[in-house]
C-alpha cells in the first residue's frame, strides 16, 4: 500500500511535484531553525561549562587534591573598550600545581597568556592604552578550552608566590573548579551566561520562527486539496477502506516531509558559521559548539514526518469519513464563538501574573512563555470566528456583487479564507510583541550608556565604604595624568573618616560622603558643585561615577578647611577626557600601573553587560522579522494558488454564465484581503497587549510604543502581502478557460 501510495504521489503531473517540493522546502526551513534553535541553546551550556574554571578562586569550593599549592588571585572586574576583561594571576609552588585549561602550562613571574583576542589587540593598540596595565610580556596565547567566545578577553599572569600570597584576595587552591561551588551568592564570577533566561528567551523565539513554517507546511499539503479528494472518493467508492485512504494520503506528504528533513539537517550545517556570528549573549559563539545531541536529533528526523503525517490526515479527513462527502461539497458548520476562548484565556494568563511574578526563573519560564504560546494557539483557532464575524458585518452593509460574493463565501467557509493569512498574522503578532518588548526595555535600560558628560570620565580607586587607596597621590602621578593627550579635568576623591556633613536622615549603614576640594570640582562640573565661598564639599558617593550628570547638584559645605582635606587619605580619583577610547585607556592603563589593587570604572563598563545583552535581543528580534515574514509570505502565496486551483471549475462556471473577469479577481482579492485586515488589526492590538502586560509584570515597565520605523515596517508588510494576493491574479484567466468547466 505504501509503495501504491508513492507511486501515486508522483504521478500526478506537474501539481503533485510542486506540492511536495513546496512540502519539502518548508520542511527543509522548519527543521533549519527548530535545529539551529536547538543547538544555540546547547551552546549556551557548553559556554558556561567552558568558564567554570574561573571560579577556582572561590572560598565556597571544597575540592582538594594532592598537589602543590596554587595562589590565584581575580583582579576582577576589568574592562577594555566596554569589553569585560577576565584577569586572573596564578602562582605556582611546585611542578604539581593544578594548570587551568586552555594552558600548557602555568606562566612564570613576569609573563602572561591572553586569549587570541586580547592577545590581537595588546599587539595591535599602542602599549599605554593596554598593555602596560598588565606585569610583564606576553608569552603564549589561551587555548579556546577557557574561553567563552572567540571573543573573549582572558588574561592569566604569573606571579611571584611570596608576592601573591601578600596581596589580599589571593587564595590557595588545589584543583581548578569544574563545577559551580556550592555558595556562588558572593565569590563566584559572572563569566557565563544565564542558561535558563537564554532558554526562555530562544524557546520564545522557536515558537515565534516554527509556528509560521507549521502553518506553511500545512497550507503546502492542501495544494490541489479538491483534485485529491475527489481522487479518494473514488477509490473509496469503489472499495477502499478509510485506513487505506489514511495511509495515502500520509504516506504522500510524509515522503516529501521525510526529505525536507533530510535536507533541514544539510541546511543546519551550511547556516551553523552564520549562526554562531549572531551575538544571542552578547558575544559569538564558537562554531563547535553549535550542536544537537543525539535524542535531540532523532526526535527532529522522527517528528517532522509525524507531524506531516498528521497534517494531511487532517487536512483531508472528510475523504474517510465518507466517500460521497466530497461530492456533496455540504456547507461546513460555521465556527463558534468559543474559539475565542484560547485568545483571551492567553491574555488572562499574562494579566493574572501583573503584579505576582514568579520568584524563580523556572517559574517565569513557564507562566510567560506559555502565555505568549497559548496566545499564538489562540489567534489560529480564533481566526476563523474573527473572519466570519467580520464578513457578516461586511454582508449587511454591502450590495457590490463581487464584495457580495466575496463575503458570503467567507462567512460560509472562514476556515479557509483565513488559512491563508494565518502565517502572516502569526508573523505580525510575533513582530508587534517583540519589537514592543525590547523597544521598552532598551528606552528603560538605554540609560546605562548613561548621558554625554558622564561618558567621558574615569574614576580609579576604592568604592565607597572600602578601605582607602592610599595615604597620599604621588605628585608624578597627578603629572602624568594630566599630560595625557585629551585630559580635561581632574579631582582627588578623601576619604571621611570622621563622617563629617553626613546627612541625619541618611540610615547608619549607608556610606558617608566624600571629600572634594571646590578648587577640583570646578574642572569637573558634571560631578556637581560648591556653595560659594565653600572650601570642601561633601559629595554623595553616587556622585561620582553617576550614570546622570550632577552638573546642577550644590553639595553640602564640609566643616574642613582645604589644607586639612588634602592630608586625608585618598578614596579615588576622578578624570574627565575628551572622550576619545585612547584618552580614556591611557588614563586607565596609566592608574591600573600605579594603583594595581584598585579598578578603574567608567559609564561605559558599568553598562556594557546590559548593553551587550539589549544588542544580543535587538538581534533576535532581526532574525524574527527576517525570518517569519518572508516565510508567511511564502505561505500566503501557496495558499492563494490552492485556493484558485481547487476552485477553478466554480469560477470556470460562473465565466460561462456572463461574469466578467475582474469581478472575479475583486471576489479573490476580498477573500484574502479582509481576513488579512482585519485580523491583522486584532493580532497587532494583541501583541501590544500582551507586550504591555510582560513588561509590566517582569520589568515593572510601562510600555513605551514603538517608533516610526515599526509602523512602516507593518504597513510594508500588509502592502507586499497584498501584492502578493495581486500576483496570483494573473493566473484566473488561465485556469478558468472553458475546458475547466467540464466534467469528470
Known sequence: MIAFALRLAVSGGRQAVVRLLTVAAAAAVGVGLLLSTLAAVNAVGATNERMLWANSGAKSRTETADVDLLWWRDN??????????????????????????????????????????????????????????????????????ALASPDSLVLVVGQDPAALAARPGAHRITAIATELPADCRSDCLATGTRGDAMTLILSVVAGALLFPVVIFIGTATRLSAATREQRYAAMRLVGATPRQITVIAAAESTLAAVAGTVLGFGLFLALRPLVATVPFTGERFFVEDLTVTAPQA??????????????????????????????????????????????????????????????????????????????????????????MAAARAVAARTSRPATLIAVRRLADDPKAGFRSVAGL???????????????????????????????????????????????????????????????????????????????????????????????????????????????????????????????????????????????????SLYVTTDGSPAAMERVRALLSRSFPEQHARMVGDWGSAQQQMLAGWRQLADVVLLTTLPIAGCSLAVSVMAGLSDRRRPFAMLRLTGAPLGLLRRVIALESALPLLVVAAIATGTGFGAAAMFLKSQMDYDLVPPGAVYFGLVLLGLAVSLGIIASTLPLLRRITGPEAARNG
Open 76 to 145: 576582577s572586574p576589568e574592562f577594555y573598550d566596554g569589553k569585560r576583561l577576565l584577569f586572573i594571576e596564578v602562582a605556582a609552588t611546585g611542578p604539581t600545581s593544578p594548570v587551568p585549561p586552555g594552558l600548557a602550562k602555568l606562566p612564570s613571574a613576569g609573563e602572561y597568556y591572553a586569549s587570541p583576542a586580547l592577545a590581537e589587540l595588546i599587539r595591535e593598540r599602542p602599549a599605554d592604552q593596554l598593555a602596560d596595565r598588565f606585569p610583564g610580556r606576553l608569552t603564549g596565547e589561551i587555548g579556546d578550552a
Open 425 to 571: 498574522i502569526l508573523a505580525l503578532f510575533v513582530t508587534t510583541a517583540t519589537v514592543a518588548i525590547i523597544g521598552t526595555i532598551d528606552h528603560n535600560r538605554g540609560v546605562l550608556a548613561g548621558d554625554p558628560q558622564t561618558r567621558v570620565a574615569v574614576e580609579h580607586g576604592a568604592l565607597a565604604g572600602e578601605p582607602p587607596m592610599a595615604a597620599a597621590v604621588p605628585e608624578r602621578v597627578l603629572a602624568e595624568v594630566r599630560a595625557v593627550p585629551g585630559f580635561q579635568g581632574l579631582a582627588v576623591v578623601h576619604a571621611n573618616p570622621d563622617g563629617l556633613a553626613r546627612d541625619p536622615s541618611v540610615p547608619a549603614d549607608w556610606a558617608v560622603p566624600v571629600l572634594a576640594l571646590c578648587s577640583d570640582l570646578a574642572q569637573v562640573p558634571v560631578v556637581g558643585h560648591c556653595a560659594p565661598g565653600a572650601e570642601v564639599a561633601a559629595v554623595e558617593p553616587y556622585g561620582f561615577l553617576s550614570l546622570e550628570s550632577q552638573q546642577s547638584t550644590e553639595w553640602p559645605t564640609a566643616p574642613i578647611t582645604a589644607e586639612a582635606a588634602a592630608r586625608l587619605p585618598v578614596q
Open 298 to 387: 532523532l526526535a527532529v528526523l522522527l517528528g517532522v514526518p509525524l507531524a506531516a503525517a498528521v497534517a494531511a490526515r487532517l487536512a483531508l479527513r472528510r475523504v474517510t469519513v465518507s466517500p460521497l462527502g466530497v461530492s456533496r461539497r455540504a456547507t461546513p458548520k460555521p465556527p463558534t464563538a468559543w474559539r475565542v476562548a484560547p485568545l483571551l484565556a492567553g491574555l488572562a494568563e499574562l494579566a493574572w501574573f501583573v503584579g505576582r511574578r514568579p520568584a524563580t526563573t523556572n517559574g517565569q519560564t513557564a507562566a510567560y512563555l506559555t502565555g505568549f504560546l497559548v496566545i499564538m494557539l489562540g489567534l489560529v483557532v480564533a481566526g476563523p470566528w474573527l473572519t
